[in-house]
């Protein structure tokens, strides 16, 4: 009797155990859902999402980010994407203002992948951890080049390594990506690069055609112009290992044999050079939320209408989404204390 | 011959179809972009360039280049009725523009700047096609030993502009020079003169300051006196005054010709840039005129070399983004991305296998300045009398342009506040009786010697200063500082004799 009474009871505990455990299973399921795709899509019906640039209107970030946004808000139904500039200090003022907007998902932007050096070194100004943005992916990876006036003896990239002179590199200033990337080539490959600078936009150009410098480094979209006039001649590429018509004979830097320290610091340099026209938000952002719009910035990417419109504005894309982007930040800037230590002692 | 007939084939494409029907298109449209503080031919370029897919290249070209050609001839109208100017290379127009429609001169000064514009834009495309066989050896003996000594001889320029007392001017001009250097010093990597605010990292705008030296502060100006901007002054022309303003040009013709040729050189040159082509013209005019008691005080000359300049610039820049895929301006590095877009390659073969495309550019220039004065000069005279609206009207109309110029040009709210604080100083500055042209002048020239100095050191050593060009430069500079000084004390020996 009382085995039975107790298995009565038991049965009885199982049972609204088993109720209890369904109604928690539907209650998580349901807050699960909302959390999810459906529940969520449906909060930014109505809202104003704000997509902030962090230089002024018409430059290069500026125009991805216009086609990013337009293509954003057409899989964010009901909502509405507008974009803010919000420029200064080297993109330094609109990370910052990203960084500290309420994580909501109603503020999302981008910025400079640079701005891994300015925080590596500790640069004045910056609020903002990389680490801890929610990434939501990038849309492009660069493809940087060394090139060598078409006048000058060199060659190979081996003809620079050889050369017992120095070779003095345009840079557009002290603490700017191109100064930076001068000094880490010239400690990691090895090679006797000597940034001098003060040449701001196209002058670092024109510099190698006036034969003042011998070679200049820079994106590859910068400087076709002078590859396609017969002016520079590439001798390197690195970053992006995507094929470029025009530099199937130029070697990677991926292909030079390194010391292992020197192929930390080479990756790096491609680390940042392949995050290219990122998309971040705010850091602590719901999960259910963040998945919204990486799902968004996926399909926007994706959509053959941007594609066919990034090319009339022969704008390159290479993009890469979500929890793939926040690895590769997280691998940049995550180096070993030795790894930094070297950095700083190189660009400082 | 054969480029005869490729200045034929050109001409032939520019007025084709659809090329020349593209271009009457995006002309108004570079007009209102130029009026608009903060909307440049940057973001015009960057706008139209998606249309331009599928186009051929003639069209395409015509397309862009019509909206680019004549965005200073807008930009100019804001400078001469409100004090603001329209994009960077307006601001040397406002110096003369609105002391001349404070005169109720508005009418004459839009007459002379767009005739000017026009005439220099023409003239900058003509030099361009006849400067395309020596194009390499001209623009490449421009290094930065040459920048620094062009930089010094506008610095000469202070002296000019300085009004009656050179002191004042030349602590006006260093003041301008201390102010361009705020921000991120590119030698060192150290921010200076920022105060520990962010957004002066970047430097200040020269038309965030230009708003507030100017309009700003005649706003206050006006606001203390009351009356119009052209206080009771009855349009004293005939008509509206513009017809006036397009004879000046004609009876100023060689300072014109001058001015053109001076813009398109310098814009041929990356690395100056066109607020320096304007200025520096400016400096010419005041140099050559023999009015220079009027300058500063709404003096026709100022205007029309200014405008000349901004506009003979587009010609010039052209010509390193064809020859070397190296764009003189920001706009043409924009452009340069049309050639993709478009198909075709900068460079050599630029000049021997598509020199009709070359000269098709030349012709939408020349046509695209023509037309874009023919739209506005008919309007001219009805803009002009925005001028002679009481105090009380035009005083909330003239700040809120200026300060939401000053804000579109830099998308930075924080440069509001900047402006206001330029257009306090700019009041004591006039009430004072400083020259605000050397101000603006040290802003402009500032950071081009500085970083021209720094890379010249770096490259050359001290014997850069002996390089062939740069030495000339240097020995005009000297003798423009040492040549009046020479003269008047040759007079006053002269007239000490002759007390004797």
């Known amino acids: ?348 | 011959m054969e480029v005869w007939d490729a200045v034929w084939a050109g001409f032939a494409g520019a007025t084709g179809w659809p090329a020349f029907g593209l271009m009457l298109m995006t002309i108004p449209i570079g007009l209102v972009i130029g009026m608009i503080p903060g909307l440049g031919g940057n973001l015009g370029l960057a706008l139209l360039i998606p249309f331009t897919f599928g186009m051929d290249p003639t069209s395409g070209f015509a397309f862009l280049l019509g909206m680019h050609a004549v965005v200073h001839t807008g930009g100019s109208i804001p400078a001469i009725l409100f004090d603001t100017p329209g994009t960077g290379p307006n601001a040397a127009t406002c110096i003369e523009g609105f002391p001349m429609a404070q005169k109720g001169e508005a009418g004459r000064a839009l007459g002379a700047a767009l005739t000017s514009s026009m005439v220099g834009g023409v003239l900058g495309a003509i030099f361009m096609a006849m400067v395309i066989p020596i194009v390499r050896p001209m623009v490449l003996a421009f290094g930065p030993p040459e920048f620094f000594m062009l930089a010094m001889m506008g610095v000469a320029f202070i002296s000019l502009m300085s009004g009656n007392s050179i002191l004042k001017g030349l602590m006006a001009g260093g003041m301008g020079f201390i102010i361009s250097f705020v921000g991120m010093d590119p030698q060192t990597g150290v921010v200076r003169f920022s105060f520990g605010v962010l957004n002066l990292m970047d430097g200040i705008n020269i038309v965030t300051v230009v708003v507030g030296l100017f309009a700003v502060a005649e706003v206050i100006d006006m606001g203390l006196k009351k009356g119009g901007i052209a206080h009771g002054k009855s349009p004293n022309l005939k008509g509206s005054g513009v017809m006036q303003g397009v004879k000046d040009c004609f009876t100023n013709w060689w300072l014109l010709l001058r001015c053109s040729l001076i813009g398109q050189m310098i814009a041929m040159i990356p690395g100056l840039g066109g607020d320096a082509a304007a200025f520096i013209c400016y400096g010419h005019a005041l140099q050559t005129t023999k009015r220079k008691n009027e300058f500063g005080k709404g003096c026709v000359e100022g205007v029309i070399a200014t405008d000349a300049a901004h506009n003979s610039k587009e010609g010039g820049g052209l010509i390193p983004t064809l020859a070397f895929g190296v764009p003189g301006s920001s706009g043409m590095a924009i452009l340069l991305g049309a050639f993709l877009v478009l198909g075709v390659s900068p460079g050599k073969e630029m000049f021997s296998d598509h020199l009709d495309l070359v000269f098709s550019m030349v012709w939408v220039l020349v046509f695209a300045n023509i037309i874009a004065v023919a739209i506005c000069l008919p309007l001219a005279g009805s803009m002009a009398k925005i001028t002679f609206l009481r105090t009380s009207v035009m005083i909330p109309f003239i700040l809120s342009f200026g300060l939401l110029g000053s804000y579109l040009t830099t998308s930075r709210i924080s440069d509001i506040l900047i402006t206001v604080l330029f257009g306090v100083i700019g009041y004591g500055m006039k009430k004072f009786d400083y020259a605000r042209g050397p101000l603006i002048l040290g802003i402009v020239l500032g950071k081009i010697a500085e970083n021209a100095l720094h890379v010249s050191l770096s490259l050359y050593g001290m014997s850069f200063v002996f390089r062939p060009i740069a030495s000339v430069i240097l020995l005009i500079t000297l003798t423009t500082i040492f040549f009046p000084v020479y003269q008047a004390h040759a007079k006053k020996k002269k007239l000490m004799e002759a007390a004797k």
């Open chain 1, 1 to 348: 009797m009382q085995g039975n009474k107790e298995e009565i009871v038991t049965t009885k505990s199982r049972c609204s155990f088993f109720v209890v455990g369904v109604f928690l299973f539907l209650s998580f399921a349901a807050t699960f859902d909302a959390a999810a795709a459906p529940a969520d899509i449906s909060f930014f019906k109505g809202k104003t999402v704000t997509y902030i640039v962090s230089t002024k209107t018409g430059g290069g970030y500026d125009t991805y980010a216009r086609l990013v946004a337009k293509y954003m808000q057409k899989y964010l139904p009901g909502s509405k994407v507008i974009v803010k500039n919000v420029p200064g200090a080297g993109h330094i003022v609109g990370a910052n203002t990203i960084y500290a907007a309420a994580p909501d998902g109603l503020t999302i932007g981008t910025f400079n992948t640079g701005l891994v050096y300015g925080q590596i070194l500790g640069q004045e100004g910056i609020q903002f951890d990389l680490n801890k943005f929610s990434w939501i992916g990038k849309a492009n990876s660069e493809t940087r080049v060394v090139i060598v006036g078409a006048k000058t003896p060199y060659k190979t990239f081996k003809d620079l390594q050889d050369s017992k002179v120095p070779i003095k590199m345009p840079s557009s200033g002290v603490g700017s990506e191109d100064h930076n990337e001068t000094l880490i080539l010239a400690a990691a490959l090895p090679v006797k690069f000597q940034p001098i600078p003060g040449y701001s936009g196209k002058e670092a150009e024109m510099a190698i055609l006036r034969g003042e410098v011998p070679a200049v480094l820079g994106s590859y979209t910068g400087l076709y112009g002078l590859i396609l006039a017969k002016e520079g001649r590439p001798v390197l590429q690195y970053g992006s290992e995507n094929k470029i018509p025009g530099l199937e004979n130029v070697p990677h830097i991926n292909s030079m044999k390194l010391s292992p320290a020197s192929r930390n610091m080479v990756n790096l340099v491609n680390a940042i050079d392949i995050i290219g026209r990122l998309t971040a938000a705010p850091p602590g952002m719901p999960a259910g939320r963040l998945e919204v719009l990486r799902d968004a910035y996926k399909k926007a990417l994706t959509d053959p209408d941007l594609i066919k419109d990034a090319k009339k504005s022969s704008l390159d894309l290479d993009p890469a989404y979500g929890e793939e982007v926040q690895k590769l930040v997280a691998a940049s800037i995550n180096q070993p204390a030795e790894n930094l230590k070297m950095l700083r002692d190189i660009i400082k």
